[in-house]
C-alpha cells in the first residue's frame, strides 16, 4: 500500500458527462501529481500541484481541470468527456519542497475511466 | 513527449533467468528511476540512480546509467513469475520541481 488513495477505482460514463476523481496523498506529502495512462500514449503526465498552487502543466486538455485544497487532497475534474479520454487517471504523490530533485513517487491505485 | 523509450517493448522469459530491459532518453538528466506496474495497478517505485552515479544495485536489481549514451538499463537477475509486470524509466531534467517523464513501458513475463 503506497499510502496514496484514489476514488473511485471504477467510473463508467457517457460522452458529454462530467466526473470528478478525487485523491488522497500520503500524510506529509505536499506535493501531488495527476498521469493519464492509455494504451497508444502511454504515461502522460498532466498537472502538478504542490501544498495547494499549480506547479507545472503538462498535457492537460482545456476540458479538464485539477485543483488541490488545503486539506492537500486534490481533485480532477474532466467535463465533455469523449471516447478518447478513457484512461487509467492517476495520482501520484512526494515529500518534494519547491525545487526539490531526486524524489520519488508514490501512486495511487488509479481511477479506471471508461466513456462509452 | 516521451522522454524515455523502453526495449524491447515485450519480453518473455523463463523462471531463473535474467531479464534486461533498455531505456534511452533525450535530453540532460539529474536522475533516472525506475517502476514496476503490476497489470492495471498503480507504479511502484524500485530504484534511483543519480546522473553522477553509474550503476546501482538493489537485491536482485541491477541498474546501469550511460550518460555519454542517454541510455540505462535494468538487469533483474534469477527472476520469479512474480516479476511479471511492466516496468518503466522515468527521467527527472534539471530544471528545479519539474514532473517526471515515462516511457512506455517493457512487459516482461516470467514462465514458471
Known amino acids: 500500500d503506497s499510502g496514496v488513495t484514489q476514488t473511485p ?50 498535457n492537460i486538455l482545456e476540458r479538464f ?24 487517471y492517476f495520482c501520484a504523490s512526494s515529500v518534494a ?7 520519488k513517487l508514490f501512486f495511487g491505485s488509479g481511477t479506471q475511466l471508461s466513456v462509452l | 513527449s516521451q522522454q524515455g523509450e523502453e526495449d524491447p517493448q515485450a519480453l518473455s522469459i ?22 514496476r506496474q503490476n497489470s492495471g495497478r498503480g507504479l ?28 540505462s538499463s535494468l538487469l533483474i537477475t534469477a527472476s520469479r513469475a512474480a516479476d511479471t509486470a511492466s516496468y518503466f524509466c522515468a527521467t527527472e531534467t534539471p530544471s528545479g520541481n519539474t514532473p517526471l517523464v515515462f516511457g512506455k513501458g517493457t512487459r516482461l513475463s516470467v514462465i514458471a
Open chain 1, 65 to 88: 481541470s485539477a485543483q488541490q485544497f488545503p486539506d492537500l487532497h486534490s481533485e480532477l475534474n474532466l467535463s465533455s468527456l469523449e471516447l478518447g479520454d478513457s484512461a487509467l
Open chain 1, 9 to 58: 477505482k471504477h467510473l463508467i460514463t457517457a460522452t458529454g458527462q462530467r466526473v470528478t476523481l478525487r485523491c488522497s496523498p500520503r500524510s506529509g506529502d505536499l506535493s501531488v501529481y495527476w498521469y493519464q495512462q492509455s494504451l497508444d500514449q502511454g504515461l502522460q503526465f498532466l498537472i502538478h500541484y504542490y501544498n495547494g498552487e499549480e506547479r507545472a502543466k503538462g
Open chain 2, 14 to 35: 523463463q523462471e531463473g533467468e535474467n531479464a534486461t530491459m533498455n531505456c534511452s532518453y533525450k535530453t540532460s538528466i539529474n536522475n533516472l528511476q525506475w517502476y
Open chain 2, 44 to 71: 511502484v517505485h524500485l530504484i534511483l540512480i543519480r546522473s553522477n552515479e553509474r550503476e546501482k544495485h538493489s537485491g536482485r536489481l541491477r541498474v546501469t546509467l550511460d550518460t555519454s549514451k542517454k541510455s
Open chain 1, 97 to 103: 519542497t519547491v525545487g526539490a530533485t531526486n524524489e
